[in-house]
């Protein structure tokens, strides 16, 4: 009994050493399939005096949608001071990325950004 067992575990081992070795491995020079998109270019709110962010102090949280291109396609309140919103989302449109790709092509996807006055 004990000589089958140990049978079996020997060849239960051998099956995961064989299964480990004949599968793909990614390499580093592979790059995953879904790659999200980079900021380049942050544009700052403007909290000067006579805007509506001037003095105020918090976080904003800024959905994007990055186009193909690059550019804002889309820009949305997710979170934070209702008040800093309006400056957040108007510096937000005006910000530059590297697109987003999926396989090697670019792709649209949504980013957040956060803006902290």
């Known amino acids: 009994m004990s000589s089958s067992i140990s049978l079996v575990k020997r060849f239960v081992a051998a099956a995961w050493l064989v299964s480990a070795l004949a599968a793909p491995r990614p390499t580093l020079s592979q790059k995953p399939p879904v790659v999200g998109p980079r900021l380049i270019k942050l544009v ?28 804002v396609a889309d820009a949305n309140f997710k979170s934070g001071d209702k008040q800093l919103a309006e400056e957040a989302l108007e510096a937000a449109w005006q910000c530059r990325f590297a697109p987003g790709t999926f396989s090697g092509k670019p792709i649209s996807m949504n980013f957040d950004l956060t803006y902290k006055f």
């Open 44 to 71: 700052k709110p403007d909290c000067t005096k006579g805007h509506a962010c001037h003095g105020k102090h918090g976080a904003v949280v800024i959905t994007v949608e990055v186009s193909t291109d690059g550019t």
